[in-house]
């Protein structure tokens, strides 16, 4: 009997801003991609530029037929994805949607369905209208409540008999730390107080428990889920300090779930936001907006982060968005991110031992350069690293199954190359599909199945039996 369930969504995951490309057409209006080139490391330029690999991205808004395609030959059971609001309300503040950006969504979820492919969508994944951003300061302002509300409940009920699981916001915890990408906060982060972050990232999951309210009216059927970037943070050593250190600033991520699962925040926000002087603006509809919780947690996981009181004793590591100290018992990407399997079983099991509510493992993958070689005019790419990657997390996937949890689905990020969200970068490729465009954006953007493609394809057609086969 396998240890994955027969109804497990297996998948990949995109986002629009990192692979739609068509940053102008068909009425869309920019947001805050458009106009940073080098991702969250570099300058906001005043208009979009041709080094922004954004842009264009993978060209998915032209060739999502073709994508879509490649997903099914996999297997896909569901397809995370988002929808860029600037192609429903270019601005953010039109009275009427953009019917052109409703239209293209439509023909996206109608080639999913002709393949059996369950859409999995995220309302608003690091793209916040720019028009927003500059105006009211995005997510600072309240007001984009309402505004995201309104957006929410046109897609709702436009797709209401064409998706089922819906996502609000991607990674909502990264506001309070990187809030132009998490919250298009215009104002530069060194001059935000921890009061400004933290009330932006409020205002989110004020909206997040709002728009949940009206899916539900919309729809009842539907399954709408929170999303966080998950790291487990583990001690340095055995002292106390060490411990409980690791225990506060996982209860820092931990604050997000917890509001979207029980519907108010948890009882250690006192004390972390008297540490840090926060006092946040919190209306009695506040209150009741956020009593609308979620039926399944979400999650991004690429690697765990290792702490310690004093960390200067210590090398530093890299990481996805979050940069732990250098753990001895890991290997590491080329990237230096840390690669730990068993932290994604870890994470699993704490999120459902406190809430117990399904698990989506939305996002899981390692970032590597790409070496293809041309064969009889194809390039084949050997992507045994990615292989071993992915087989190491599904086994530890399996393991918290078989511990208990209620895990629902997993979407490995960036299944088709797609550029870098931090970075903006096109080499750090995650995908089982090349696609041929290189780092400065050159390349016919043609797809390739690597050899991680022909393995996930199995994996997903033994439903996860080959992870545990003893290899001869």
């Not at 991702?39 to 060739?63: A, C, Q």
């Not at 001895?328 to 699993?348: A, C, F, K, M, V």
């Amino acid at each position: 009997m396998s240890v994955f369930p027969k109804d497990f969504l297996w998948g990949g995951a995109t986002a629009a801003n990192q692979c739609e490309g068509a940053y102008d057409e068909d009425g869309k209006g920019l947001s805050v991609q458009d106009v940073l080139p080098k991702g969250i490391f570099g300058p906001i330029t005043d208009e979009p530029t041709e080094d922004n690999l954004k842009l264009v991205g993978n060209d998915f808004y032209h060739r999502y037929e073709e994508d879509i395609k490649l997903l099914a030959e996999m297997g896909f059971k569901v397809f995370r994805m988002s929808i860029a609001w600037t192609r429903i309300f270019p601005t953010g503040e039109e009275e009427a949607p953009n019917e052109a950006g409703l239209a293209f969504y439509d023909r996206v979820f109608d080639t999913c369905r002709t393949h059996n492919i369950e859409p999995l969508v995220t309302l608003s994944h690091y793209e916040s209208p720019l028009h927003l951003s500059k105006k009211y300061d995005g997510w600072m302002n309240r007001k984009l409540i309402d505004l995201f509300a309104k957006y929410a409940e046109t897609v709702f009920k436009r797709y209401k008999d064409k998706v089922k699981y819906w996502v609000t916001f991607n990674e909502v915890n990264v506001t309070s730390h990187i809030p132009l990408l998490g919250g298009g906060v215009f104002t530069p982060r060194d001059q935000l107080t921890k009061q400004d972050m933290y009330q932006a990232a409020h205002h989110q999951l004020v909206a997040s428990g709002l728009v949940t309210k009206i899916a539900k009216t919309i729809n009842p059927e539907f399954q709408v889920g929170c999303m966080v970037a998950s790291a487990p943070r583990y001690p340095m050593t055995c002292h106390p300090d060490d411990v409980t250190y690791a225990m506060e600033e996982q209860q820092e991520l931990t604050l997000f779930v917890h509001v979207h699962a029980k519907g108010e925040y948890p009882y250690y926000t006192k004390r972390l936001f008297d540490r840090d002087n926060i006092k946040l603006d919190i209306t009695e509809e506040d209150k009741q907006n956020l009593k609308h919780t979620v039926d399944f947690i979400s999650f991004s996981y690429y690697n765990s982060k290792t702490v310690a009181k004093d960390p200067s004793k210590y090398e530093l590591a890299q990481g996805n968005l979050y940069r732990g100290l250098r753990n001895p018992y890991l290997t590491y990407s080329e990237w230096n991110y840390p690669i730990d399997p068993q932290g994604l079983r870890y994470i699993l099991n704490f999120y459902y031992e406190r809430y117990e509510l399904p698990m989506f493992v939305s996002e899981n993958g390692m970032g590597a350069i790409d070496e293809p070689i041309e064969e009889d005019g194809k390039l084949i790419i050997n992507d045994d690293y990615r292989i071993e990657f992915h087989k190491g997390h599904l086994k530890e996937v399996g393991h918290a199954i078989e511990d208990g949890v209620n895990v629902i689905g997993y979407t490995s990020w960036g299944c088709i190359d797609l550029v870098s969200a931090a970075s903006a970068q096109m080499e750090k490729r995650y995908g089982f599909v090349y696609v041929d465009r290189d780092k400065d954006g050159n390349g016919t953007l043609e797809r390739y199945p690597k050899k991680s493609f022909y393995w996930y394809k199995s994996v997903i057609e033994s439903n996860g039996d080959i992870l545990f086969k003893t290899e001869e």
